[in-house]
């Protein structure tokens, strides 16, 4: 199982960037996928997790701002981020849950996890 991030970067108060996971070695409908978050001198946070039937679930600093989707096609998921706000300067993380844990909201939960991304806010 191989998870892939990208799209981090660079970008002013108030803009958006997208990041995208792209997964090779599992199904995305059969297992739950979340995007997690680490910034500086603090704990790794779960941003949203996308459970293996679609529901999902967000952070409460990321709702209505940050939409979580993923295209079983092509195995990818994309975090579409709008309304950047300088807090949410971190490395971002994609993650994936094989056994359907009910934690969702734990790191620990995860199995298999993507290499980061850095997303820096400027204000």
């Known amino acids: 199982v191989q998870l892939q991030a990208s799209g981090g970067g660079l970008v002013q108060a108030g803009g958006s960037l997208r990041l995208s996971c792209a997964v090779s070695?599992?199904?995305?409908?059969?297992?739950?996928m979340a995007w997690f978050r680490q910034a500086p001198g603090k704990e790794r946070e779960l941003v949203v997790a996308?459970?293996?039937?679609?529901?999902?679930y967000y952070a409460d600093s990321v709702k209505g701002r940050f939409t979580a989707s993923r295209d079983n096609a092509k195995n990818t998921v994309h975090l579409h981020m709008n309304s950047l706000k300088p807090d949410d300067t971190a490395v971002y993380y994609c993650?994936?849950?094989?056994?359907?844990?009910?934690?969702?909201?734990?790191?620990?939960?995860?199995?298999?996890w993507g290499q980061g991304t850095q997303v820096t806010v400027s204000s």
């Open positions: 993650a994936a849950d094989i056994q359907r844990s009910v934690a969702i909201t734990t790191a620990t939960s995860y199995d298999f």
């Open positions: 996308i459970r293996w039937s679609g529901s999902t």
């Open positions: 070695g599992l199904t995305l409908n059969r297992n739950t």
